[in-house]
DNA sequence: GCCAACGTTGGC
DNA sequence: GCCAACGTTGGC
């Protein structure tokens, strides 16, 4: 059992859509990053904390929360010669990318701004503000702790 | 839209 | 394996 944040870009996939997925859960497709990708194929599991980050946007921050309910399994998008993350260097025997599916847990009554977050000396070392630009990150049991207490839900 | 930070590619 | 060139992310 373990946390963690992933980052959307809201115009893209937004807390929102997650909430209503009418299958009730979304696959986080698409992550082309070696150092999240072995993240996600390594070390995310079943029942997992994930806190739900808006990026690339006018307000970026934590918006909510989801949690993992499919471990890691070769992503389709990369076979696929129409979709935009298909890559001609993977085959099905051997994947080179990885997604889980995460299911919507709760929204925010406000989002957490990148800004707050900064200001709070607790979440110094959180990952997401020491390397921003990492898509899928760690994040502590404290840290899950404390950006969920920020907000009601 | 700018630009800093950082990841990836590819020649050698 | 090094490193320059290039591409992408992402805050502002």
Redesign the pocket.
Known sequence: MAYWLF?S?PDDYSIDDLAHEKAGYTVWDGI????A?NFLRDNVVVGDGVLF??????N??VVGTAEVVKAAYPDPAQFDPDNRYFDS?ASKEAPRWYCVDIAFRSAFDSLI???EL?TLPALSDMV?L??????IQPVSKAEWRLVTALRAT
Not at 32 to 35: E, K, S
């Open positions: 980052k870009e082309r990053n070696y150092q990708r980050y808006h990026s690339s946007c006018k970026v921050g260097k701004p990148l800004a900064r997401l020491k390397k921003g630009r990492l898509s």
